[in-house]
């Protein structure tokens, strides 16, 4: 199983960023998909996630600025980043699971090596 993330980069605040997760070695519409990130010296956390049938859960700072979406045909996730904040800025993980929507970062069986995402103030 492999998660490449794409998309991350330098952005002023108040921009737009798409990240994306391409999967692969797994049957990805069976699979719940998520991202987590993780700032300079913060623990990892759950940003959003996005189950087989398309629910969507999304951790409380962010709701209203990004959107997850999925890809089965492209065995793709997506997270769509507007209004972005200097407090956005973090290396973004996808992570992989098999059903579900969990926002706990144990449950998820596969990760990507991360992309980084910087928001300048």
């Known amino acids: 199983v492999q998660l490449v993330e794409s998309g991350g980069g330098l952005v002023q605040a108040g921009g737009s960023l798409r990240l994306s997760c391409a999967a692969s070695?797994?049957?990805?519409?069976?699979?719940?998909m998520a991202w987590f990130r993780q700032a300079p010296g913060k623990e990892r956390e759950f940003v959003a996630a996005i189950n087989q049938i398309t629910n969507t859960r999304y951790t409380d700072p962010v709701k209203g600025r990004f959107t997850i979406s999925r890809d089965n045909a492209k065995s793709t996730v997506y997270l769509y980043m507007n209004s972005l904040k200097p407090e956005d800025t973090a290396v973004y993980y996808c992570a992989g699971r098999q059903w579900g929507n969990s926002d706990s970062e144990r449950t998820y069986n596969y990760w990507g090596q991360g992309t980084q995402v910087t928001v300048s103030s």
């Open positions: 070695g797994l049957t990805f519409s069976t699979y719940g």
